[in-house]
């Protein structure tokens, strides 16, 4: 069975094909992404929406032409449908549903937070993981439990990404800010204390940044300052990651999310693992940042084995819509 999947929540346009025939038997064909990038400042929702525009129907002719397949070798069209933001998912609900419409194809909606955590049975050996979710806009701590994944823990106010990209900015860099935090902190020599935000299980890093930027940008070299964020924030997720392990008695801790592709988080989350007994799984980069193959992926998991199928005439856009909302049908 082919699926097409449609990546379109945020910054990333994302094309994916796959030759799906069981839940062993599993090929990614292609996983193409197109990203908006900025040199300066942030995403701009109108200006995302018109780059999504440009690159989707070029993306899509450009995965057909890599795998040899055409629009009627597709049995099934998967889109992330939410959450997101409005206009990034507006441009991709478009093209799939009239894909859909067009060709006479099945669709159905992916949420793309548990899209995230389905990827781990496309690419790694987990069966029943906690997923370490931390995007730039989602930060959450995620399990399986009684019929839907459930969120152990979250953040209270702005994804880890976006911190790290804001506080980016702040050090005068575009976006995306992670990756350039990440070489910067390799030569940061000296820990400076910075507040530690975990409340009960969840997580807050405005109060951090308002720290940083009242306090400490300016005032301390950058290298020292972005090395000393990475190993607090991520210390708070590893902590919130390892209770949610102990209280689910959960084996095995999935990354998910563009902030995983971190050596330093990936480092720590294997050495908290390893000293619990624990399996540590970490996708290849181009499965945790936002793709198009962990929505076909779990576009086949949904309607194969969850038998859900929507109305391409009638799919809405969820732009809210929460982990923890979804019925678990297909496990
Ligand atoms: P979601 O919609 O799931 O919230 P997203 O749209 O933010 O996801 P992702 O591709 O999952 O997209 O993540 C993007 C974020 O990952 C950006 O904030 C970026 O700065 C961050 N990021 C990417 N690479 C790194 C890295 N090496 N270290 C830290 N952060 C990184
Ligand atoms: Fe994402």
Same mark, same amino acid.
């Given at each position: 069975?082919?699926?097409?999947?449609?990546?379109?929540?945020?910054h990333?346009?994302?094309?994916a094909?796959?030759?799906?025939?069981?839940?062993?038997?599993?090929k990614?064909?292609?996983?193409? $992404? #197109? /990203?908006?990038?900025?040199?300066? !400042? %942030?995403?701009i929702?109108?200006? @995302? *929406?018109?780059?999504?525009?440009?690159?989707?129907?070029?993306?899509?002719?450009k995965?057909?032409?890599?795998?040899?397949?055409?629009?009627?070798?597709?049995?099934?069209?998967?889109?992330?449908?939410?959450?997101?933001?409005?206009?990034?998912?507006?441009?991709?609900?478009?093209?799939?549903?009239?894909?859909?419409?067009?060709?006479?194809?099945?669709?159905?909606?992916?949420?793309?937070?548990?899209?995230?955590?389905?990827?781990?049975?496309?690419?790694?050996?987990?069966?029943?993981?906690?997923l370490?979710?931390?995007?730039?806009?989602?930060?959450?701590?995620?399990?399986?439990?009684?019929?839907?994944?459930?969120?152990?823990?979250e953040?209270?106010?702005?994804?880890?990404?976006?911190?790290?990209?804001?506080?980016? $900015? #702040? /050090?005068?860099?575009?976006?995306? !800010? %992670?990756?350039k935090i990440?070489? @910067? *902190?390799?030569?940061?020599?000296?820990y400076?204390?910075l507040?530690?935000?975990?409340?009960?299980?969840?997580?807050?890093?405005s109060?951090?940044?308002?720290h940083?930027?009242?306090?400490v940008?300016?005032?301390?070299?950058?290298?020292?300052?972005?090395?000393?964020v990475?190993?607090t924030?991520?210390?708070?997720?590893?902590?919130?990651?390892e209770?949610?392990?102990?209280?689910?008695?959960?084996?095995?801790?999935?990354?998910?999310?563009?902030?995983?592709c971190?050596?330093?988080?990936?480092?720590?989350?294997?050495?908290?693992?390893?000293?619990?007994g624990?399996?540590?799984?970490?996708?290849?980069?181009?499965?945790?940042?936002?793709?198009?193959?962990?929505?076909?992926?779990t576009?086949?998991?949904?309607h194969v084995?969850?038998?859900?199928?929507?109305d391409?005439?009638?799919?809405?856009?969820?732009?809210?819509?929460?982990?923890?909302?979804?019925?678990?049908?297909?496990?």
């Open positions: 069975m082919i699926i097409l999947g449609i990546e379109s929540t945020a990333t346009f994302g094309a094909l796959l030759d799906v025939q069981s839940f062993t038997e599993k990614v064909l292609c996983n193409l $992404r #197109d /990203l908006y990038t900025t040199e300066k !400042g %942030g995403l929702p109108n200006k @995302l *929406a018109e780059h999504h525009e440009e690159v989707c129907d070029a993306l899509l002719k995965a057909f032409a890599q795998t040899g397949l055409s629009m009627q070798d597709v049995d099934l069209i998967a889109l992330s449908n939410a959450p997101g933001l409005g206009h990034a998912l507006k441009v991709g609900s478009l093209f799939a549903r009239s894909l859909a419409l067009i060709h006479k194809k099945p669709l159905v909606g992916v949420n793309h937070c548990i899209a995230h955590l389905e990827v781990a049975s496309l690419v790694t050996q987990a069966k029943d993981p906690v370490l979710y931390c995007s730039g806009a989602n930060t959450q701590v995620i399990a399986y439990d009684g019929g839907k994944y459930r969120i152990f823990g953040t209270l106010d702005t994804g880890i990404g976006n911190f790290l990209d804001t506080f980016a $900015r #702040d /050090l005068g860099s575009g976006f995306p !800010g %992670g990756p990440e070489q @910067l *902190a390799l030569s940061g020599k000296k400076i204390p507040p530690y935000s975990v409340k009960g299980m969840d997580v807050a890093f109060g951090i940044l308002t940083l930027e009242r306090k940008i300016g005032k301390e070299k950058d290298e020292d300052i972005a090395f000393s990475q190993e924030v991520f210390a708070m997720l590893v902590e919130v990651a209770r949610a392990m102990a209280h689910c008695d959960k084996r095995e801790l999935v990354l998910g999310g563009g902030v995983a971190n050596k330093r988080l990936q480092e720590m989350c294997r050495l908290m693992c390893a000293a619990r624990a399996a540590c799984y970490v996708p290849a980069n181009e499965f945790l940042v936002d793709n198009a193959a962990m929505i076909a992926w576009g086949w998991l949904m084995k969850g038998g859900v199928s929507d391409p005439s009638t799919l809405q856009i969820l732009p809210y819509e929460r982990t923890d909302d979804v019925d678990v049908t297909w496990r």
